[in-house]
């Protein structure tokens, strides 16, 4: 029950976000676990449109998982397989061209590149798929392995990431993915992926990659063990190096998917959980630019309600996805461009191709017949 410090506490918080305020630990503690969803919805909806418009960004893309075999064995991965297992798989050099051959030829901009961490697979097998990737389709550019992957390509060589990074850099690397961040707050990461990259490593390693000039992504898996405060620490933690390095581009919240995992007891979030960890997450990333519906998590229905809760993008096209289909999602396996701009225009939104650093892109005849416009923003759209 709204009690009237209750509505006072809430009409504080809605003077903060008028004001382009920051919010606080305790604000955003208070908004999860009090404020009805159609406010918190209204909250975030003037962060969204203040911050990109009407608009809603897609991009034309697809997924390459060179290898599902993984040392790890994250309680909620049901992508993983062990070395020897029934569902192993390992893409050879052909496959891999083919798979970017493909991606091309429907007109993707964007080829998004993670896979497990081979138990036998050296460090050059992982930079030669960059490099032979942008050596044949230099066009396409290569959103390419999450810190957790980094941290593995230390472990494997002794090097320092930073000096990795860059080495990938120069074959072909255009930007990092989200993935791997999990929750930070060792209390839960200790239970969940407790040998993999720590939130300090998976942290640094984004912070490297800005330096480097290179641009990254966030993600956070929610809907598990974690509680209202992991929620908002990690969010918290990741606008604290935001604030270092303004190399994020976009925060993307991923539902937890339990079929075929170790945590299959536990229930998927309901539509009403993601809609508040969207709203939420929007709210306190008051220094990211973007927040994405990724429509293959959160299904096709409830990406198009998180427009008007946050969300300013719905990622792509998505051919190939294995992680969120092995775990259950009935999502399709892709959706044509008229789908995803219809799926905007019937929100009220207006559709946008971006490519993955966020310029336009601007389309001619045939698939391959595109080109880079202008950089997307507020200002300029
Ligand atoms: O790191 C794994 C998560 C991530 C499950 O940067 C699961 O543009 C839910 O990071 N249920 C990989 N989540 C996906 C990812 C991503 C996706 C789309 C766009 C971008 C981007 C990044 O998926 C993993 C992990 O956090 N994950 N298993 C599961 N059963
Ligand atoms: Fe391996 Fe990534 Fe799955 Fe963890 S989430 S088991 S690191 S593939």
């Known amino acids: 029950m709204t009690t009237h410090a209750d509505s006072d506490r809430l009409r504080l918080i809605r003077t903060k976000v008028e004001a382009n305020q920051r919010l606080s630990f305790e604000d955003g503690l208070y908004l999860h676990n009090h404020a009805d969803l159609f406010t918190l919805g209204e909250l975030a909806n003037i962060v969204r449109e203040r911050k990109n418009g009407n608009v809603t960004y897609y991009n034309v893309n697809e997924h390459l998982n060179p290898t599902n075999v993984c040392v790890y064995r994250c309680s909620f991965c049901a992508f993983r397989s062990d070395l020897k297992g029934p569902r192993a798989y390992v893409m050879s050099d052909e496959q891999i061209l083919e798979r970017a051959r493909e991606a091309t030829e429907r007109g993707c901009t964007e080829l998004h590149v993670v896979g497990g961490l081979h138990h036998q697979k050296p460090y050059e097998w992982y930079l030669n798929i960059i490099r032979i990737i942008h050596e044949n389709f230099p066009r396409l550019h290569l959103k390419g392995y999450t810190a957790v992957e980094w941290?593995?390509?230390?472990?494997?060589?002794?090097?320092?990431?930073?000096?990795?990074?860059a080495e990938f850099k120069s074959v072909g690397l255009g930007s990092l993915p989200g993935g791997g961040a999990e929750i930070f707050h060792p209390d839960v990461?200790?239970?969940?992926?407790?040998?993999?990259?720590?939130?300090?490593?998976?942290?640094?390693?984004?912070?490297?990659?800005?330096?480097?000039?290179?641009?990254?992504?966030?993600?956070?898996?929610?809907?598990?063990?974690?509680?209202?405060?992991?929620?908002?620490?990690?969010?918290?933690?990741?606008?604290?190096?935001?604030?270092?390095?303004?190399?994020?581009?976009?925060?993307?919240?991923?539902?937890?998917?339990?079929?075929?995992?170790?945590?299959?007891?536990?229930?998927?979030?309901?539509?009403?959980?993601?809609?508040?960890?969207?709203?939420?997450?929007?709210?306190?990333?008051?220094?990211?630019?973007?927040?994405?519906?990724?429509?293959?998590?959160?299904?096709?229905?409830?990406?198009?309600?998180?427009?008007?809760?946050?969300?300013?993008?719905?990622?792509?096209?998505?051919?190939?996805?294995?992680?969120?289909?092995?775990?259950?999602?009935?999502?399709?396996?892709?959706?044509?461009?008229?789908?995803?701009?219809?799926?905007?225009?019937?929100?009220?939104?207006?559709?946008?191709?971006?490519?993955?650093?966020?310029?336009?892109?601007?389309?001619g005849e045939g698939p391959n017949q595109w080109q880079i416009g202008r950089k997307l923003q507020l200002a300029t759209i």
């Open 151 to 165: 941290d593995w390509f230390h472990r494997l060589t002794g090097r320092p990431t930073r000096d990795i990074l």
């Open 189 to 363: 990461r200790s239970k969940i992926c407790e040998y993999k990259a720590s939130a300090d490593d998976w942290l640094r390693i984004h912070q490297e990659a800005h330096e480097l000039g290179l641009r990254s992504n966030a993600t956070m898996l929610y809907g598990h063990i974690e509680s209202p405060e992991h929620r908002v620490d990690h969010l918290i933690r990741l606008r604290e190096l935001q604030d270092r390095t303004g190399g994020f581009q976009t925060f993307i919240p991923l539902a937890f998917h339990p079929d075929n995992t170790r945590l299959n007891h536990i229930q998927k979030p309901s539509g009403m959980t993601d809609l508040r960890v969207m709203a939420l997450s929007r709210l306190m990333l008051d220094n990211f630019d973007h927040v994405k519906a990724y429509w293959i998590m959160l299904g096709i229905q409830t990406a198009q309600v998180a427009q008007s809760y946050g969300a300013d993008d719905l990622d792509g096209t998505v051919v190939h996805e294995k992680i969120y289909h092995d775990a259950g999602s009935d999502s399709p396996q892709e959706m044509t461009v008229a789908e995803i701009r219809r799926l905007i225009e019937e929100a009220g939104r207006v559709p946008m191709e971006r490519d993955t650093l966020y310029h336009e892109v601007v389309r």
